[in-house]
């Protein structure tokens, strides 16, 4: 069983900053891309960062500049800290990993259960 669980969401003001983590657990032989997606009430959930087992990332245009994610792979764990923060940012941010559970395992894909952000004043 592998699960991914996120910590860090909650309430700031605009301007404000917060830090989400994703930890995968379980069994687990190599993640490859890890990522954050994002969905609003009434709108499709939407990629914000994603980063490859390298370092290679690739972030949303609405939050280049302002958001940065980042991994510790010795410890199975996504970052995203989160800067400059706007009403907009408000969602419930998801994590998402590729990974695969055994050498000759499939690549599979793998959800969080999600973390609110809610920005506002």
């Known amino acids: 069983q592998v699960q991914l669980v996120e910590s860090g969401g909650g309430l700031v003001q605009p301007g404000g900053s917060l830090r989400l983590s994703c930890a995968a657990s379980?069994?687990?032989?190599?993640?490859?891309?890890m990522g954050w997606y994002r969905q609003a009430p009434g709108k499709q959930r939407e990629l914000v960062a994603a980063?490859?087992?390298?370092?290679?990332?690739n972030y949303a245009d609405s939050v280049k500049g302002r958001f940065t994610i980042s991994r510790d792979n010795a410890k199975n764990t996504v970052y995203l800290q989160m800067n400059s923060l706007k009403p907009e940012d408000t969602a419930v941010y998801y994590c998402?990993?590729?990974?695969?559970?055994?050498?000759?395992?499939?690549?599979?894909?793998?959800w969080g259960q999600g973390t609110q952000v809610t920005v506002s004043s």
């Open positions: 379980g069994s687990i032989f190599s993640i490859y891309t």
């Open positions: 998402n990993a590729d990974l695969k559970r055994h050498l000759q395992s499939n690549l599979v894909n793998y």
């Open positions: 980063i490859t087992s390298g370092g290679s990332t």
